[in-house]
């Protein structure tokens, strides 16, 4: 191996040796994560809107592994370039490691839960790489490359031993255990759809729990024990407010079907999803705490520190905006918000459905700006009319004939009053619509079509119940939104 490679090599090394002393710090301080996380949260925060919609688009939900991914590539990178520089450019290397050390620091203390702790491993990461690069230097001026070798095959071992080890000790898996615990004592009931809500046995009203989306900032979601959850209600109020989970489950007598979407979600996406919730209507807290007047909007804080701004007005005028304790009568699965989340029929979830949410200020828009709103969203998020065809698929080869087209609309709390589909370029014809019980739920459609052979298009689109047909204009989901039909082609043959 020439000096050069070697010098990479010993850089890689090096900076993994740091990634895995953080790792195992972090472990036995038992901290809630590791400066990698802290980092990677970071890297998400920076992250320009326009940009975290591009990634989000491109690899889905897989964004969470890939951020994290990048984070330790990029370290792995930076101290190729400290290993390079080690020999001959001393000051520049340690100046590499250091500018590390203290962005990861900075990272942690950026962190709702930043700490001490997470210092010491940034530290520790720092001296564990200067270490490895200083060993493996010594190594290689006493006895040449055999010994390089054998100390790096040493040292990379001992980096895989306390990185896996420090993985597999990490409290956050306990914790992870112990709060799985907690939710599955807390009662579960059976709940059934209303009736004829279904009109195609290939689609499902209901979104089981386990296949609804899943889109948030949180790297891990946050674990959070119920008996020390609170929420507390200040800022432009009569009187400061403290809730307990205990006072939620006293007082939950609220249950909605709702559909949820997201304003990241295309024309024809899945980031849709339909739960019965169950909780305590928010204007409840909010009358208790006692609004003042010139108060427009609420600002929801979830415990890790991510930020939603609601209209007042939503949460007030009588909907079934509700802090939820249950979805489709399970306690709140841990990465959909548990113990409480917020659930407000009508709005995107970036404006509305706050998950883990610990603290409610109650303000003006004017005053302050929420997570996505600083980075380009739209301050109001009302849902837009939308559609979609589920049955057929994209590619799907169907016989000539009479066919089954199948899909669900939505725009909640308004309604969906009308569901049109055409083939080609033909007439919109209208679908039958299934039951809903409210205009909060998405509704499914279906209609039979003459399959003529060849490559045909199917098209949908909604009329809501004030009677708007939804535009053909195509708008991408920033800032407030998609708009367009779906359609798909299929091949008849
Ligand atoms: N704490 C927290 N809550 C959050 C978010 C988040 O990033 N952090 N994302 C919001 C967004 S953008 C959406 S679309 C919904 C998604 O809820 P779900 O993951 O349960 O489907 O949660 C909202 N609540
Ligand atoms: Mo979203």
């Given at each position: 191996m020439g000096s050069v490679r070697r010098s990479i090599v010993a850089g890689v090394l090096a900076a993994a040796a740091g990634l895995a002393a953080a790792e195992g710090v972090a472990a036995i301080a038992n901290l809630r994560e590791s400066p990698v996380v802290a980092v990677a949260q970071g890297v998400i925060r920076v992250t320009p809107g326009p940009i975290a919609e591009?990634?989000?688009?491109?690899?889905?939900?897989?964004?969470?592994?890939?951020?994290?991914?990048?984070?330790?590539?990029?370290?792995?990178?930076?101290?190729?370039?400290?290993?390079?520089?080690?020999?001959?450019?001393?000051?520049?290397?340690?100046?590499?490691?250091?500018?590390?050390?203290?962005?990861?620091?900075?990272?942690?203390?950026?962190?709702?839960?930043?700490?001490?702790?997470g210092l010491l491993a940034c530290a520790a990461a720092g001296l564990a790489t200067i270490a490895t690069l200083?060993?493996?230097?010594?190594?290689?001026?006493?006895?040449?490359?055999?010994?390089?070798?054998?100390?790096?095959?040493?040292?990379?071992l001992g980096v895989a031993l306390v990185g896996g080890g420090s993985q597999a000790l990490a409290s956050r898996h306990r914790r992870r255990r112990r709060i799985e615990q907690l939710r599955e004592?807390?009662?579960?009931?059976?709940?059934?759809?209303?009736?004829?809500?279904?009109?195609?046995?290939?689609?499902?009203?209901?979104?089981?729990?386990?296949?609804?989306?899943?889109?948030?900032?949180?790297?891990?979601?946050?674990?959070?024990d119920p008996s020390k959850w609170r929420l507390r209600i200040h800022g432009m109020v009569d009187r400061e407010l403290e809730i307990s989970y205990d006072d939620l489950v006293r007082r939950a007598d609220t249950t909605a079907w709702v559909t949820l979407c997201c304003v990241s979600n295309p024309v024809g996406g899945d980031l849709v999803g339909n739960a019965l919730w169950g909780g305590v209507l928010m204007r409840e807290l909010l009358e208790e705490a006692g609004v003042q007047d010139d108060a427009d909007a609420l600002l929801s804080t979830s415990e890790d520190g991510w930020t939603c701004g609601t209209p007042l007005a939503a949460l007030t005028d009588g909907r079934d905006a509700m802090l939820a304790l249950t979805m489709n009568g399970e306690p709140l699965p841990v990465p959909h918000g548990f113990p409480v989340r917020q659930v407000v029929p009508g709005l995107y979830g970036y404006v509305s459905a706050t998950k883990w949410v610990v603290d409610w200020e109650v303000t003006r828009f004017a005053d302050v700006e929420a997570y996505w709103t600083q980075r380009g969203w739209s301050e109001q998020g009302p849902v837009k009319t939308a559609s979609r065809i589920d049955v057929p698929e994209l590619g799907d080869v169907i016989a000539p004939g009479r066919a089954v087209a199948a899909g669900v609309a939505w725009r909640q709390h308004v309604g969906i009053e009308r569901v049109e589909v055409r083939v080609d370029d033909g007439p919109w014809q209208e679908a039958t619509l299934g039951r809903v019980p409210s205009d909060d739920t998405w509704v499914q459609w279906r209609i039979e079509w003459d399959a003529v052979p060849g490559q045909r298009r199917l098209t949908v689109r909604a009329v809501d119940a004030e009677g708007t047909v939804q535009t053909a204009a195509k708008q991408a989901v920033l800032p407030d939104g998609a708009t367009g039909h779906d359609s798909v082609s299929v091949l008849v043959r």
């Open positions: 591009a990634v989000i688009g491109w690899v889905g939900t897989k964004d969470k592994p890939l951020t994290i991914a990048c984070v330790v590539v990029a370290v792995l990178a930076i101290g190729a370039l400290a290993g390079r520089w080690w020999d001959g450019r001393r000051a520049w290397s340690l100046g590499v490691v250091a500018a590390l050390v203290v962005g990861a620091g900075l990272a942690v203390l950026s962190r709702p839960y930043g700490s001490v702790g200083s060993t493996l230097q010594k190594a290689t001026e006493s006895e040449g490359r055999r010994s390089f070798l054998r100390t790096a095959l040493l040292l990379g004592a807390i009662p579960s009931t059976a709940v059934t759809p209303p009736p004829g809500v279904d009109v195609s046995e290939k689609l499902s009203w209901v979104t089981p729990n386990r296949d609804f989306y899943r889109i948030d900032t949180a790297l891990t979601a946050p674990l959070i």
